[in-house]
């Protein structure tokens, strides 16, 4: 039976040490200084030693082995890797833009003055100048020069610039003066906001309804009136014509509690 006895090594101190190569590789070879003392090192094939190399070699009994030549020193530091989250993943196209909000809505104006313009001056002849009824035309056989009354919406439909106007309309009901027949008061748009001191500034115009004494009617303005009176740039709505007939008088604040009020319908996209 073979004795292998003389084949045993002793594994003491064995472990991966770090030298510096002397000398480049000869018959798979080369010197190496470790912790000071010069040995003899067997290198793997396919390694490239220079002297001067930094080698880790593993130690097996007293014999060292090359394992690997270190690289040189880096000359910057590495930076470090992005955060796990901070770039998203590529998911395609992106995304569509969100859908804009639109709102709508209803704003009701309640006239700040209903009042009537007749020769020069503001009437004051029965119900009070800020709450005078509406007229339109000459009584006849009166003295008196042709009426225009008017309501004033002050600043509240203005409150809505930058909306749209999708609907406006406005509370008219017809009292006793003139005949008994079913008449139209010419509606006109005025400039101003609030009670001029002297006559109204008359713009755009449309015939209103036709109503008999003591009717009413919820009558539909073009939608541009409520525009321009959500824009600021007309303020009130009369009533006003160039002859006497018809002579027509409409309900103002102190004869019914709905005249004249105003109901814009309104839009808004943001």
């Given amino acids: 039976m073979p004795d292998f006895a003389d084949t045993r090594v002793s594994l003491a101190g064995t472990g991966v040490v770090r030298g510096i190569a002397q000398t480049g590789v000869t018959s798979n070879a080369c010197l190496v200084t470790v912790g000071g003392i010069t040995v003899t090192a067997r290198v793997a094939t396919g390694l490239t030693v220079t002297a001067g190399s930094i080698l880790l070699m593993a130690r097996l009994g007293s014999l060292y082995y090359v394992i690997t030549v270190v690289p040189a020193a880096p000359t910057s530091t590495p930076a470090p890797p992005p955060p796990a989250d901070s770039t998203p993943p590529d998911t395609g196209d992106p995304p569509p833009p969100p859908k804009p909000v639109t709102r709508t809505g209803t704003l009701t104006c309640v006239p700040t003055a209903t009042a009537c313009y007749r020769d020069g001056s503001w009437r004051s002849d029965g119900d009070p100048t800020n709450s005078f009824d509406l007229f339109q035309g000459r009584y006849g056989g009166s003295s008196f020069g042709r009426n225009t009354g008017a309501a004033f919406y002050g600043n509240k439909p203005h409150t809505l610039n930058g909306a749209t106007c999708t609907k406006a309309t406005v509370k008219i009901k017809r009292l006793s003066a003139g005949d008994f027949s079913a008449r139209s008061a010419t509606l006109r748009l005025v400039s101003q906001t609030s009670r001029p001191g002297g006559a109204p500034t008359l713009n755009e115009t449309t015939s209103g309804p036709s109503l008999t004494i ?57």
């Fill in 214 to 270: 003591g009717s009413s009617s919820t009558f539909t303005l073009p939608t541009s009136w409520g525009q321009a009176l959500i824009d600021g740039t007309r303020g009130g709505i009369a009533i006003s014509i160039g002859s006497d007939d018809p002579y027509i008088q409409l309900a103002g604040r102190n004869s019914w509690s709905a005249a004249m009020t105003l109901a814009i319908s309104w839009r808004r996209t943001s």
